[in-house]
């Protein structure tokens, strides 16, 4: 009796493992104002070598979307919830805000580590500090090194916002110095530090959102010299920028290699939102950028590579968002979305991977922001209010209310001559805009005003989304946040 007892306790040891082992890694690489116009294989000057080679083995998602701005596409990559539902519909978060991805669903990590993954995250969060309960190693990361807002010095590690001055740089909830080191290069060598040190008994979940190439523009002048044909500095100085950070990936995947887990990682790379125009990114030939409703906004870099990929070498135009992320991942490794809030995200697993089944996603809300200044005047028999800026995507057709952002085409600075900037010449008092989005990818052509039955249609549904909606949370900045109270670092103050 003793005997079974032990083989059946052995059994039921190997098999947890073997599931475990079985499982694969998890690479999920997020660059920061990643510009549709700023990867090698979009035909950008900027040469990725790197994340070509990947993306040409993998799949390109060419139907990608995500936000306009930094926290609400963090935030839906972690829940798989729109920002509608988290109460981020409006701007990012502040440093000395308190606000946060509210704690009351479980995120990304925490739903890996029911599984057996081991879970780490290096580079940026942006989805709130305030209280310790937000902070990474809190949420599911067994690990973070990393920065908590925004933006900061590349070197320094340093952030002011207004007169709020201090060094944003953590190594799990310590302050961290590391002064004089590059971030594209600091980040790179702890998630290397991470592939290293993994036991590779358990499956791993490495989580990586680079600080490149998010304003300031800064990067040793070494990754610059081969682009001083750049006339534009901004430009000139982004292109090293990028580089940088695509080697610094080329070298993490050869750190997986050295440790035999390549062959069994699943790597994912996606930007936050579109190119940031006025610090050297681009997003030609799409319309607008960063920070807009545009397609230059919202229409993303993003592809996937792996071995356990069914197909390989091929473009994905199946409609694809980053809140489709957090299911995906779950269904693939076998978990469960037990403790979850209802998702907006759905399982594109099957979509991605094999590509015999049409994308189960028909529609994308963009956004609803009830705090930004409305625009023009309501339509009167509207069912929903188009001076508020809104945007949504169903099927074909992607409409467009209140103020979407600066809608102009803006190639980069070596085609200026032979694609010059053509700005949008809205009138101040126009709310509603609708494209064929597949038919128009570049939104040329406004059809808001022969398609109005289209229009309501996508009112209506705007309206329905916005029914679902949790009040706003944007509250005012703390000045208990000042560094200057918790040794000359930004970090938690309540």
Known sequence: MKASILIVAFLSAFSFTYCQTNKPHILLVIADDFGFNDIGYHGSEIKTPNLDKLAGEGIKLENYYVQPICTPTRSQLMSGRYQIHTGLQHGVIRPPQPNGLPLDSAILPEKLKEVGYSTHAVGKWHLGFYKKEYL????????????????????????????????????????????????????????????????????????????????????PDKYIQPYMHIQDQKRRTYAGMVSAMDEAIGNLTDVLKEKGMWNNTLMIFSTDNGGQIHAGGNNFPLRGWKDSLWEGGVHGVGFVHGQMLKRKGVVSRDLIHVSDWFPTLISMVGGNLNGTKPLDGMDQWKTISEGTSLSPRKSILHNIDPMYPPVGKRVPSSPFDNRIRAAVRMGDWKLITGNPGNGSWVPPPHMMKSASLSKDGNSAEKNIWLFNITADPNEHNDVSGTMQHVVMNMLALLAQYNQTAVPCRYPAMDPKADPKYHGGYWGPWE
Request: net charge negative; with cysteine; aromatic share 14%.
């Open 136 to 219: 990474p190693t809190n949420r599911g990361f067994d690990s973070h090194f990393g920065y908590l807002t925004g933006a900061e010095d590349y070197f320094t590690h340093a952030r002011c916002f207004g007169k709020l001055c201090g060094t944003d740089l953590r190594d799990n909830m310590d302050p961290a110095n590391y002064t004089g080191v590059y971030s594209a290069h600091l980040f790179a060598q702890k998630a290397s530090e991470v592939v290293k040190n993994h036991n590779t008994d358990k499956p791993l979940f490495l989580y990586l959102p680079f600080q490149s190439v998010h304003a300031p523009l800064q990067v």
